[in-house]
Structure formats: structure tokens, C-alpha cells
């Protein structure tokens, strides 16, 4: 232990704690990486023309006539439970040539639980904000008998991919050619339906859009804390 320590001082480094899923968190892939996500889609950094336009990087996922899709197996997993993350918001862009049907899956070990609905873009979509629910309510056992709690506890792998109807099982192929723009991956909880009625709908989305702010702030100040810190001159 005391080697590993003096090794680790005189590196003058600090080394990050593990990652996994809190509330809040925000992949906007500002520090030019891919964050972590990866698959057979060839994902990769673009530095420019986000949504929010110039200077605003995204991650971009490809196929031609194959699997479309991205994986996160970092900080994405977890207690999903325990952070009270219900909600994944996605901002996408699919700048075709196909149309892409897209749902979002999350697994354990041995269970895994896709969107029921898929989110259907078109060729051409432009930047849009989607919602993906982990409830009972919209999401279907694709593989294995675990009850969703127990995988929402316990979050190996979130997979976001391109999976028209019928919804298919892990691993079986949905091919399509396009070419998928990703960014602000946010982990939020559900917004409340009694809230929406007691308010007002435009209200709920505005609410909506004020906690993806929040949440982006609050990703932007935990992305800085957490790069390693120079412990010596």
C-alpha cells in the first residue's frame, strides 16, 4: 500500500473516483472526446454545428446498411434507483439518408428493458430534444426475468440504437443507412403528470427546459472537478 501510495504522489496526480450514473449528469462532449460511448458505429467527436451551432461539439454515429447505435458502459451504469434517474433526454439529429427508429435500452448482467415506443426521425430532422422513460409504463423485457427494479439497481450497459418495429431482443440486427447526431445526454427524473395538469403543459416543458440547463451547469462544474489535479509544482 505505501509503494502504491509514494507511486501515485510522485506522479502528481490524483486519481479520479469510478464513475457511474447521478442524477443530473450531462454528456455534452465539449472535451472533445466520446465520453466513453462506443459501438460498431464508429462513434466520434464533432467539433462545430450542435444544437447549439458553432463551437458546440456532438458525438456522430454512422452506418451504412448496418446496426446503428451507441453504448455507454461507464458512466452510465449504476443505481439508477438509489440516484432517482427515471428520464434520459437525448438531443439528436439524424442527417439521414434513411429514416432511423430509435429506442433506448438499459441491461444488467443477465435482464434487459427497451423503450417500448420507438422515436421515429426523419431524413433531415434538424436537432430535437427526446425523452426516454424508465418506468413500467414504456419499457419492455427484451431478455432475461429480472423485474425492472432490479435492473434499474443494478445498470451494466445503456444503449441508445436505431430499432424499428417490431421491437427486437438484444443483439438481433436492424439495419439502416444514416448517419445520427448526438448530444446532452441528460439523467433527469420523470416529470410528474399530476404537475402537468395542475399547471399546464407549456408550463411542465418550460420547467423541463430549466432543468436541462440546471443539469447541464451542474455536469459542466462536475466535469471540471473531476479531471485529475496537480498535486506538486
Not at 502528481?12 to 462506443?38: H, K, N, R, Y
Not at 415506443?117 to 430534444?129: D, F, K, M, R, Y
Not at 459542466?220 to 489535479?229: D, F, I
Request: hydrophobic fraction near 45%.
Amino acid at each position: 500500500m505505501g509503494k502504491w501510495l509514494a507511486l501515485v504522489l510522485s506522479s502528481g496526480v490524483v486519481a479520479a473516483p469510478a464513475l457511474a450514473i447521478t442524477l443530473d449528469q450531462v454528456d455534452d462532449f465539449q472535451d472533445g472526446t466520446t465520453q466513453d460511448w462506443s459501438g460498431g458505429s464508429f462513434p466520434t467527436n464533432v467539433a462545430d454545428d450542435g444544437p447549439d451551432g458553432a463551437g458546440d461539439s456532438y458525438l456522430e454515429v454512422s452506418a451504412n446498411d448496418f446496426h446503428l447505435g451507441a453504448r455507454n458502459q461507464v458512466q452510465w451504469t449504476g443505481d439508477y434507483l438509489a440516484e432517482g434517474v427515471d428520464e434520459i433526454v437525448f438531443d439528436l439529429n439524424n442527417f439521414g439518408p434513411d429514416a432511423v427508429a430509435l429506442r433506448v435500452s438499459v441491461s444488467d448482467l443477465s435482464t434487459t428493458f427497451t423503450t417500448t415506443n420507438e422515436t421515429v426521425l426523419a431524413a433531415g430532422s434538424g436537432w430535437v430534444s427526446v425523452s426516454f422513460f424508465l418506468t413500467d409504463a414504456e419499457l419492455t423485457r427484451t431478455q432475461g426475468i429480472e423485474a425492472l427494479d432490479q435492473t434499474l439497481a443494478d445498470v451494466a450497459n445503456l444503449l441508445i440504437r436505431h430499432d424499428p418495429d417490431p421491437i427486437s431482443p438484444p443483439g438481433e440486427a436492424n439495419f439502416v443507412t444514416a448517419m445520427l447526431g448526438i448530444d446532452n445526454v441528460t439523467a433527469l427524473p420523470e416529470p410528474r403528470l399530476s404537475l402537468g395538469l395542475a399547471i399546464g403543459l407549456p408550463v411542465v416543458a418550460a420547467l423541463a427546459r430549466a432543468r436541462r440547463t440546471t443539469a447541464r451547469a451542474i455536469g459542466a462544474r462536475r466535469s471540471r472537478a473531476s479531471r485529475p489535479r496537480s498535486i506538486a509544482s
